[in-house]
């Protein structure tokens, strides 16, 4: 079956550039979306079909995907990002969701 | 504003059943497709179940394996989760969320959820 694979945690400096990664055969070939999802909080959707922001979502973050791996970058990363990051797609009517990062800002 | 407040979840015994509502406000129900996604405790999003805005389409994780049935009433704006054979795993804070379509687009207003505990 299509698995989705997400490093367990990424570490990244105050006002540094983060990248998490989401790697799945030829995933560049499907919609991703990205989630952040902060303790005791619902999911919130940051990027959808790769590369879009919804409404409020700061332009700090972006997306690409492209042959095996999908891309969420936080830029200027503040201690508010700080929080897990899941991954997500569609395949064959099935919603797969990434294993989820763990994202500290140091 | 969208609003999603999930409810029906407790506390249940071994091969119990219980029955999820969410209540939508805020946008036109009957437009969008919503679904059910949960998460174990300390554990990451699984989703579960996702229906289309009329009812046409139906899809399942493969690991439910026909206990839980999705439904929804576009006439009271509310989605419901019918959750039988209640296994000690199937313990997690279960979420309803939205969908521009029943599958193909992210979720993208999500509910607080409602914490189902499986447990003898």
């Known amino acids: ?106 | 504003e969208v609003q999603l407040v999930e409810s029906g979840g407790g506390l249940v015994k071994p091969g119990g059943s219980l029955r999820l509502s969410c209540a939508a406000s805020g946008f036109t129900f009957s437009n969008y497709g919503m679904s059910w996604v949960r998460q174990a405790p300390g554990k990451g999003l699984e989703w579960v179940s996702s229906i289309s805005s009329s009812s046409t389409f139906i899809y399942y994780a493969d690991s439910l394996k026909g206990r839980f049935t999705i439904s929804r009433d576009n006439a009271k704006n509310s989605l419901y989760l019918q959750m039988n054979s209640l296994r000690v795993e199937d313990t997690a804070v279960y979420y309803c969320a939205r969908s521009p379509s029943s599958s193909g687009d992210g979720f993208d207003y999500w509910g607080q959820g409602t914490l189902v505990t499986v447990s003898s």
């Open chain 1, 1 to 106: 079956s299509y698995e989705l694979t997400q490093p367990l945690s990424v570490s990244v400096a105050l006002g540094q550039t983060a990248r998490i990664t989401c790697g799945a055969n030829n995933i560049g070939s499907k919609n991703v979306h990205w989630y952040q999802q902060k303790p005791g909080q619902a999911p919130v959707l940051v990027i959808y079909r790769d590369s879009n922001r919804p409404s409020g979502i700061p332009e700090r973050f972006s997306g690409s995907n492209s042959g095996n791996t999908a891309t969420l970058t936080i830029s200027r990363a503040q201690a508010g990002d700080e929080a897990g990051y899941y991954c997500q797609l569609w395949d064959s009517n099935t919603a797969l969701f990434g294993g989820g990062t763990k994202l500290t800002v140091l």
